[in-house]
């Protein structure tokens, strides 16, 4: 099995014409018993076609499948569609009443398709999905296109941007009813694609089955009933098809007979595609619709080619499988783990021989991300996808998801987060002025502190000296002629000579003693 390397680059379905898988069937049954039989294409009078088996995927048979066309009323499946997932979302519900506005009879023709419709009618959102169709009414398509979106221009912008999701690469809505605009265009297989997903909604499904359906009374209207423009699912039409479940016929001039449908027989689900088809004359004279007849002969060539009878050696294959490891992603703070192993999450599986050689598969995966990923991540997360193809055929698309779950670490997350923090050069600036600030301020402590240590050391000298005078005075013993400390201012004694303080000193406090010598020097003063 090959696996392309990882790419940025959006994957491109490819389809050709005939399954390849069918060559290979074919080289297989002409080297077994004489018995073998050639298979034949169906002949189809059809523009383009295309045969796909439901349950798998796998295209059966192409015609011109990728070739660009008008699509008629198949624009309508996707209008429906986008309806019904408004349903789902719980945007309306099935019974809101919708008003009819004169805005939506602007670009549906005279020749168009309609319910009957009227300005100020309200209706249930419900009868405008039936009617659209079942009767293919194109004012019904505009009337769910406002009641979905607001307009009828946004409604079909958002048309286009889901049928991008889809995986369709050459389809352009200019409508919500494919009536002809030269900017309105699809391909068989894109139309697949589209029907694809509305099947997957089981009011669709009940939908597009239904013979008929009852407009119950409105504001303007008695009861009316549509009918199922589909002759396949008609038992009184020549075109009846007894193992046809849906899906939709339309018709322009600019695009032909179209028909898209869908049938189950021996537990075989198909869907087949009919684009530009013509009408004829039959053999019996009647005028004859090539859209049912190439329906029914292509659904037929199904059934009878690829039921396992006659081939032995045609089988379902796994060309992918949920256990394939399809690559391993970095994972960044991660608790316990640096990475993250991606899987496919769903199995691929096509009609092929059972002696193919599946090492010719070829994978081309894609991550939605460049490098590496950020936890948490969670167990099922979709960070990427997978292309299948083999011999040239496209086989889909599938999600890449994450086999195990990646916890955060928290330490690594806030030390990240600090690293981060730093890296900002606002917040460096911030702490740089903080840092200087910081500096100053431990500067301006010391230098106060120093200062004041060194008035508190003349303080102290000067206590000193005066009290040594004093007690020289009051001890009458004269004082011995010395320098006086630096920067000390000389004092006077503090009495006469010859005069005698009657206080003892001894054992006071400087404090004491200078509060003493002021009361001395203000008595000596007063006298």
């Known amino acids: 099995m090959k696996s392309k390397n990882l790419k940025s680059s959006q994957f491109y379905r490819r389809s050709g014409g005939l399954v390849m898988a069918l060559a290979l069937i074919l080289a297989c049954l002409a080297s077994a018993a004489p018995s073998a039989r050639a298979l034949d294409d169906p002949a189809l009078d059809a523009a383009a076609a295309l045969l796909v088996d439901l349950d798998t995927g796998s295209v059966l048979y192409g015609k011109n499948e990728t070739e660009v066309r008008a699509p008629a009323s198949m624009v309508k499946i996707m209008t429906v569609l986008m309806g019904i997932e408004a349903y789902e979302r719980g945007d309306l519900a099935l019974q809101d009443l919708v008003t009819v506005n004169d805005t939506v009879f602007g670009d549906i023709g005279p020749d168009g398709s309609t319910a009957g419709f009227q300005v100020g009618e309200q209706l249930p959102f419900e009868a405008l999905l039936y009617s659209a169709m079942l009767a293919s009414a194109n004012e019904g398509c505009n009337v769910i296109a406002e009641a979905v979106d607001g307009t009828i221009a946004s409604f079909v912008a958002r048309m286009n941007a889901r049928a991008v999701e889809l995986g369709c690469k050459s389809t352009n809505f200019a409508n919500t009813h494919g009536m002809p605009n030269e900017m309105s265009y699809s ?206 055929q496209s086989y889909g698309t599938v999600n890449l998801i994450a086999n195990t779950t990646v916890e955060l670490d928290r330490g690594a997350y806030i030390g990240s987060e600090i690293r981060n923090t730093l890296r900002n050069k606002y917040v460096r600036l911030t702490i740089t002025v903080l840092i200087i600030l910081a500096i100053l301020y431990v500067a301006f402590i010391v230098y106060y502190n120093v200062r004041r240590q060194s008035k508190r050391k003349v303080a102290n000298a000067l206590a000193r000296q005066r009290i040594q005078e004093y007690r020289q005075a009051q001890s009458g013993t004269p004082r011995e002629a010395a320098a006086p400390p630096r920067q000390t201012p000389q004092r006077q004694p503090s009495q006469r000579a010859g005069q005698r303080p009657t206080e003892a000193t001894t054992g006071m406090s400087f404090e004491e003693i200078e509060a003493l010598i002021r009361k001395r020097d203000e008595e000596l003063k007063k006298k």
């Open 187 to 392: 391909t068989a297989y894109d139309l697949y694609l589209i029907t694809r997903e509305a099947l997957t909604h089981n009011l669709f499904k009940r939908i597009c089955t239904a013979q008929s359906y009852a407009i119950p009374v409105t504001n303007l209207s008695e009861e009316r009933v549509v009918r199922n423009a589909n002759n396949l699912l008609d038992p009184d039409s020549a075109y009846y098809y007894e193992y046809a479940s849906g899906v939709k016929t339309g018709y322009t001039d600019a695009a032909g007979y179209c028909v898209i449908a869908t049938a189950s027989k021996d537990g075989r689900n198909l869907l087949s595609v009919i684009l530009g088809a013509q009408s004829g004359t039959a053999a019996d004279g009647r005028t004859e619709i090539r859209s049912y007849t190439d329906t029914k002969r292509l659904m037929n060539w199904g059934f009878d080619n690829f039921n396992y009878r006659g081939f032995d050696n045609f089988n379902y294959r796994d060309l992918l499988t949920t256990m394939k490891l399809m690559a391993e992603v970095p994972v960044k703070l991660g608790r316990g783990a640096s990475s993250v192993v991606l899987r496919p999450e769903k199995n691929v599986v096509a009609l092929l021989p059972n002696d193919a050689d599946l090492d010719e598969v070829e994978l081309d995966p894609r991550l939605f991300e460049d490098g590496a990923l950020t936890a948490p991540v969670e167990q099922g997360t979709v960070l990427g996808e997978v292309s299948v193809s083999f011999h040239g």
